[in-house]
Every structure is written in structure tokens, then in C-alpha cells.
């Protein structure tokens, strides 16, 4: 794979990795170099709410979108997610959804109620996507009633019904089923197929 130039704006962070002894052409080259660059995930994490190039963030959050960059990342994920600024995302579908991305990767149910203040919250749009996908990890026995609750929510419903296909929800049948009728073939596909995944 062809070396990725930095981003502009990336240099000083790449300093400071290479003072952390992680040496990189730019955070696309070390997120692909297949090292679990963990020693170096509090610069990313530090980094994160300093840099205001979008560019930069996203580069970021993918260079912590990585199982061994939690617990660190995981809450300063969280803020992060919050803090992104709509008026550069009016589709819900940039920036803030690539943190809920990372979000399905890095949280688990130590910060359950702060997942589902942000998948409950409407305003944040499709970004919160992931983040539903995400509680159909979960062991709490109230993911299920959140999920149900996100089902007609068109924004995230699929991802909703997922999840619930992955928790093989008993008590969701009832919702699954209405999704069949759904006017979006893809979101009937996931009901038929998280349905096929519940207990008889």
C-alpha cells in the first residue's frame, strides 16, 4: 500500500509521536501499518480537542477507532462526539458519524448511560447510527427497551432492529415484524434477518 502523505496541519502531531518513538509519514500511514500503536494513543487522545482542522480530527478519531486505544479513547470520544459543530455536518453523516463509529468500537457498558443519552437524542441525526448498532453489545438488560424505543425512529432504525437481531430480543418480535412492512427494502432485510436470529 502506497505511503499517504500527511494532512496539512498533521505535523506537529507527528511530532510528537516520533518523541514517543512512533515514527509515521501521517496518522492515515499509522493507523494502516498494522502496529498496535498503543503507547502513543494519550498524544491522539490529547490532540483530539485541540485540533480544529476537520481534516486533522477525523484522522484522529480513525487512529483511535482501534480496540487497544480503550479505555483512553473512550470518553474523550464521548465529548467529542458532542462537541462536533452541526453547521459542518448538516447530513449527520461526517464527522460525528465517524466518532459514533469509533464509539461501536471503543465503548462498552461502563459508559452505557452516556451512549444512550446520545442515541436517544434526535438532534445529533444518522450520526448516532453506530452508537445504536453499538448497544446490541451490551449486557444491560435495558439496551433491549432502548432499542425498542429507537425502532420507528427512521434515522437509526435499522440499526435498531440489528441490534436487537444481535441481542436475539425475545420481547422484540412484535416491532421486528412491523418492520417488514417497512417502505425501504434494506431496513425490511435487517428486520427478516434479526428475526431469524430470535429464540423460537
Known sequence: MASAAPAPGEEPILAELAAAGC???????LRHSGVRYRKVVPVLVDWLPRTTDRRVREEIVRALTVPWAKPAATRPMIEEFRRVDPSGDPTGTGLRWTIGNALDVLADDSVFEELVGLAQDRRYGKARQMIVLGLGKSKRPEAVE????LVDDRDVDAHAVKALGRLKARDA?????RKLDDDRAWVRGEARKALARLPH
Open 146 to 149: 432502548v432499542l425498542l424505543g
Open 173 to 177: 418480535r412484535a416491532a421486528l415484524e
Open 23 to 29: 515514527q509515521t509519514r501521517s496518522l492515515a500511514d
